[in-house]
Structures are given as C-alpha cells and as structure tokens.
C-alpha cells in the first residue's frame, strides 16, 4: 500500500482537507447514491455534450473516495460509522457493476451503437476505477464483505488486467498524459492484487509502456500539455514508482530515469506565475492548483525548488476527484512546502521552444514550437503578461470538453484559433495545425532581458509568404515589452496583430490602449497612423463551463504591402 506520513489522521497539516471530506460524507450518506442514466450517454451521442454523463460519474469517483479516506481516519466506534459503512459498500458495489469503467466520449461506436464491448475498454478513467478499487479493498479489506472483495477482484481480472494483456492498445506508446495514468493505474492495482507469474506479467508491460512516457520529454523537462497534464501524467507515474518501491523489493530506478524524473519535478516552480496561478499554454485554466501531497513526495525524493503554495490542496481541487490525488494528500502532505515565496527567475526551455521571465510579481511568457502538439492550440509564437497571477495579456487557456472540441471542429473554437491568441494575422489568415516547427533565430537570457525572435511563417497556409519574424523582448528593470513583427511576401498583404485579455481595454486618442486590472496597469502603444484599431467583445465558456468575458484587441495595417514591419511598446506599472 502507498506510503503514509506518521500521524497524517491527525496532524495539522491535512485538517482542512479531512474536515471538508468529513461535511461532504455527512451530507452524501443521507441521500441515494447517484446512478448513470442512459439519457447521458444519448447527449453525448446525439448532441456531442460531455457534461451529463460525466456529473454522475464524477460524482460518483467523489463519494469512493470521501467515504474511503473518511472510514480510513475514522474510529468503528464513533454513532454513525455503521451508516457511513454500510453506504460505502453499497456504493462499491454500484462501481464494479457499472456499464462501463470508460467515458461515454471514450467508447468506440457508430451510429448503430457501442462497438467491441464497452465493460472490456481501458481509458484513463477505467484504468483509475480499477487503482482507486485496489486501493480501497486494500486499505478497508476488514468492512468489505467477503462477496464484494472477491467481485472486486474479478471485475478488475475481467475488465482491465485480460484485456490490457490481450493486445496491444494506443495509449501504451502515447507521449502523452495517457500511457502514464493508464499504465500507472494499472501497475498500481497489480501490485496490490496480484502474484508471481501474472504480476509479473502485467509490471513489465506496464514499464515497457512508461518508457514511451518518459521519451515525450526532452532535456529540459517542459510538459507541452501544460501543467494540469503534467500533474496527470506525471502524477500518476510518481505514485506508481513510488508503490513499485515500497511493494518490490527488487525494483529500483536507474540513475539516467531518476535524473530524467528530478528535471520533470521542476517544471512546474519554472511556469508559476503567482500562488495557484501558471502559464495557461494549450489545455490548461489560467488558474491551477496543484496536489500538495504530490509536491512533498517530489521535495523528499529530488530535493528540487517547488512552486509556492499556502495550505493544503482543498478536496474539490480536481474537478474528477482522483483518489490518488486526494489520498496522497491527506497521506504525503509536508507543510514545509507552504510559504515559499517565488524567487526571479528567467530561462528558456529548448525542447519547447518557451521563453520564462518572473520578477517582483511580474510574469511573461512566450512559446515556439509547432501547432501539432498533444492539446494542441494553434499558437505558436503566442505570449501572456500577468502582474501578481492576474493575466492582462492573456491565453484563453483550456475550452468546454465535447466531441466537437476533440474532433473535426477544434479549431473553430476561440480557445484553440490563432485568432485569439496573442499573434499576428496575415491577409485574414491564421496559423493552421501542422507539425512545421518555428525557428527560433535568437535568445537573450541575462539579467533583467529576457528575448527571442522566432521565424513563424511556416505556420501560415500562405505560399507567398516568405517571412514572418517576431522579436519579442522582455526588460523587467524598466517595465516594459518591446514587441516587433516583420512580414516579406511576394505579393502586398494586410497585417492585423491581436491583442488578448479578460479586462476590457481603454482606447486613448494617442495611438495608446490602456487594459487596467486589479493588480496592475499596461499600457500598449502603437502607430495610430498605421494601424486602425477594432475591438471584439466575446463570451468564452471555459473548461469547466463558466461564462467569462474577454476582448480580443485588433489592430490592422491601414495599407496592403509586400514588407511590414510593425513595432509595440507595452508599459506596465
């Protein structure tokens, strides 16, 4: 069973979380579990809406895993144990027999119905049902009844360890977020429940997947999905290895994967833009908050610089309610993790092609890259400016997940459209999904500089386009961002820059915008005699589904020219 820190029922550092996971249990176990209704998975196969199914199935990932840690920390004597009890296996007992372990939105079909056998399909959240029920049976194999603790068994025999070792399935060679949560879902409920030959059978797939996991990363450690998938991701690989160690004796890691996982734990103090707040690139909301329980077993076991935070993770954190998050959290969280303030820090992470600059509560960000990247976005070239976490140049971060979000309509969405990143449009057009990387021509990385100039035309489906450099320089002792765009072609084109951000900016009559926030001015300034200014107003529905203003600033060259060169001075105090 996964490691626990001494006196973690009891200690300071998890008292808001166990009281929080305490009211819930109380208010849940006087009512009725919640059931899947077929009425869910038809949105989704109708009307392409996720949300439906997933509210019962989240809801129902919740309740295992308050009522599991609650009877854990808990005494059998207190009144109302039986009760909490008696829910908790009745809701075991629900999991194991649900239709399917998957998401409707992960489950083959056609419009005929589910094809292959949906009770027998391994996805994330399969994979997960399988660990958080190994780990449960493990943890409370003294309350739940003989029958159950052998259906258990056998459903997760049937539905995840045969089928996992039947065939081969995609995500076992997937750089990305998948073939961690996956494999390391499926290695953890190994090792919990099974011996000799099978085990065995089961841990060398699972590691011969995780080494597809560890070769998305280069050198520099960036995640290109962002820092909510690196906590997925690599998440789940830490609480696998960190199992693996504690159940086998004869694993260890070698010294090249130890070095490689020590980078990756860094990650995240390198894209922090202030307390719960970090670079929002590609799928991820422009406020995070990472498991702390994680973050303490990362500091132990590297001895890394970790990002700062105040207090430990709230139980709602995790909109899908992983009991490996939340467990670890309650079993691994080191308060001397909190209170560490952000130090300045600049750097540029190679593989990804990101430049990083944070000082005296000042953020700015910029990404190369390409726009076939896992959770891709068409935004290379893109930069954010936030001023103590409160984006005033803003990426829109992660859109509402639906069939259309993930298929043929990705990039009709706001979120995902150059259109509304911060980058340049050419004769109307925007970048378009491809693997063509940028070329970064320069980077400045000394004292209070921090700048690039990346050659981004390949990214636009324009043939005659010959050149689109941007230079983008950073100077946080003056406060300022000088921002250049440079465009040759072949034929006379318009240029229209885009300008993102949730504050509705101020347009003075001196070629001057100004987008005042809570915590912070700026001010861009550009050639009025140039550029004529528009101004889009947009209601965005974000990842979770809430309604938030935003304004996409346009500002569009007055003639056509085959060379253009525009230049931005953005102030901030």
């Known amino acids: 069973m996964a490691m626990r820190r001494q006196g973690w029922e009891s200690s300071e550092d998890t008292l808001s979380l166990r009281k929080q996971i305490d009211e819930y249990v109380k208010q849940a176990a006087g009512g009725s579990i919640p059931q899947p209704l077929f009425s869910g998975y038809q949105r989704y196969i109708e009307q392409g809406s996720r949300a439906e199914s997933e509210a019962v199935y989240f809801e129902r990932r919740k309740q295992l895993a308050a009522f599991g840690l609650y009877l854990q920390y808990h005494q059998k004597t207190e009144d109302n144990y039986g009760e909490i009890r008696n829910y908790f296996q009745e809701l075991i007992w629900s999991v194991t027999n649900e239709f399917s372990w998957c998401l409707a939105a992960h489950l083959p079909q056609d419009k005929n ?38 259906h258990i068994r056998r459903q997760i025999s049937e539905r995840i360890f045969e089928p996992f070792l039947e065939k081969s399935w995609w995500w076992e060679t997937a750089q990305s977020n998948w073939c961690a949560v996956c494999c390391g879902s499926i290695g953890m409920a190994a090792l919990l429940l099974e011996e000799g030959q099978r085990r065995e059978q089961l841990l060398n797939k699972v590691d011969r997947g995780l080494v597809h996991y560890l070769n998305s990363f280069g050198e520099d450690g960036a995640c290109e999905e962002g820092i909510g998938y690196w906590v997925y991701g690599y998440g789940y690989y830490t609480y696998y290895i960190a199992m693996r160690k504690e159940l086998d004796a004869k694993f260890h890691l070698n010294e090249e994967d130890f070095g490689k996982l020590k980078k990756l734990a860094e990650f995240p103090s ?12 590609s ?14 077993y990362l500091q132990q076991e590297y001895a890394v610089e970790m990002p700062a935070c105040i207090q430990i993770t709230p139980f709602d954190f995790d909109h899908c309610f992983r009991f490996a998050h939340i467990s670890r959290d309650l ?15 600049a750097v540029y992470l190679e593989n990804r092609q990101w430049l990083l600059q944070r000082q005296d509560g000042c953020f700015f960000a910029i990404k190369g890259g390409n726009n076939q990247e896992q959770h891709n976005h068409n935004d290379t070239g893109s930069f954010v400016f936030a001023m103590d976490g409160e984006l005033l140049l803003a990426d829109l971060g992660a859109g509402r997940y639906t069939a259309d979000y993930f298929g043929e309509k990705r990039y009709e969405h706001v979120h995902t459209r150059s259109r509304y990143h911060n980058l340049p449009l050419i004769q109307g057009l925007e970048q378009v999904p491809t693997a063509e990387e940028c070329l970064v021509e320069q980077v400045t990385v000394k004292g209070d500089l921090a700048g690039i100039t990346l050659e981004l035309a390949r990214l636009y489906p324009i043939p005659e386009l010959k050149s689109l450099k941007r230079t983008v320089i950073s100077d946080m002792a003056k406060g300022c961002i000088h921002l250049k765009d440079t465009v040759s072609a072949a034929e ?13 900016p101020t347009l003075l009559e001196d070629g001057r915008i100004v987008i005042s926030g809570e915590k912070g001015q700026l001010v861009l300034s550009y050639g009025e005699n140039l550029l004529e200014y528009s101004l889009e107003e947009l209601s965005v529905e974000n990842h979770y589904g809430e309604l938030r203003e935003a304004y996409r600033i346009g500002l569009k060259t007055r003639e056509r020219k085959e060379n253009t060169a525009l230049e931005f001075l953005l102030t901030y105090k």
């Not at 029920?133 to 603790?149: R, T």
């Open 113 to 150: 119905g589910f094809l292959e056998s949906p009770g027998f399909q391994i996805d994330l959240f399969a994979a997960e049902t399988a660990d958080t029920l190994a780990e449960l049976l493990s943890i409370h194999s003294d309350i739940i009844h003989p029958f159950i603790q052998g």
């Open 283 to 296: 799928d991820v909301p422009d406020r995070t908050l990472l498991p702390t329980g994680l973050l303490s």
């Open 270 to 281: 390198l894209v922090q833009m202030s307390e719960g707040s970090f670079v929002p690139f």
């Open 492 to 504: 006379a084109a318009t240029m229209e820059e885009s300008f993102i951000s949730y504050i509705r």
């Open 331 to 345: 079993w691994w969280t080191d308060s001397r993790i909190f209170h560490r303030e952000l130090g300045k820090k």
